[in-house]
């Protein structure tokens, strides 16, 4: 239990006392007072350990419970809690997206040349599928995602038949998101290079 005052412990009730309450770290399930979503991830992020705060947060994605903005506001009001730091690092992932669809495009070609890499075709058709990038030779594409364009349960279910049907037309594809190439554009290219490498053959 979480009170905004300190209270005496009451076996086997254990007492939290957290300053700075307000009615926004407050919800009710079945009627009984409950803290809210962001204000139990950041409690329960002073505890958690390795990926257990990550599967909570998405956990509560999943559920259609998380909302990035209500997580924001309690974070800007609670820059003491030690938790803090834990749950800002946990929320990266979930920021406004850097690139839109053509900026990750550039991007993405871009380290390719930078790398010495052959350039790739854009726009290529394979089995009625348009590729993002396309290396003809070793019939190796990438996709590159952002969360709007596949964050419905159809566009799911397309990606899964989509990939299908270029593996039945002998093409590898990998996925790059734009997180991701924000984050280690370096490793991502070296991949690529490693990958591109063995569809010709030199494992």
């Given at each position: 239990m979480t009170t905004p005052v300190p209270r005496k412990a009451r076996p086997p009730i254990a007492?939290?006392?957290a300053r700075g309450l307000t009615a926004g770290d407050r919800g009710f399930e079945e009627g009984i007072a409950v803290t809210a979503l962001p204000r139990t991830l950041l409690d329960f992020a002073a505890g958690a350990r390795g990926s257990q705060l990550d599967r909570a947060i998405e956990r509560a994605e999943e559920l259609r419970l998380f909302d990035l903005r209500e997580v924001k506001a309690l974070l800007?009001?609670?820059t003491g809690h030690p938790a803090h730091g834990c749950l800002l690092r946990a929320?990266?992932?979930?920021r406004e997206p850097v690139f839109t669809r053509s900026d990750l495009e550039r991007r993405f070609l871009a380290l390719v040349q930078r790398a010495g890499l052959p350039r790739p075709a854009t726009g290529f058709n394979v089995a009625g599928h348009e590729l993002d990038v396309y290396w003809v030779r070793e019939r190796f594409a990438v996709e590159l995602d952002v969360f709007e364009t596949h964050g419905t349960r159809?566009?799911?279910?397309?990606?899964?038949?989509r990939q299908e049907d270029l593996m039945l037309e002998g093409v590898e594809m990998d996925r790059v998101t734009g997180k991701r190439l924000e984050?280690?554009?370096d490793r991502?290219?070296?991949?690529?290079?490693?990958?591109?490498?063995?569809?010709r053959g030199g494992r």
């Open positions: 007492i939290h006392h800007d009001r609670t929320i990266e992932l979930y159809a566009a799911f279910e397309r990606d899964r038949l984050r280690e554009p991502v290219v070296e991949r690529i290079a490693r990958l591109l490498e063995q569809r």
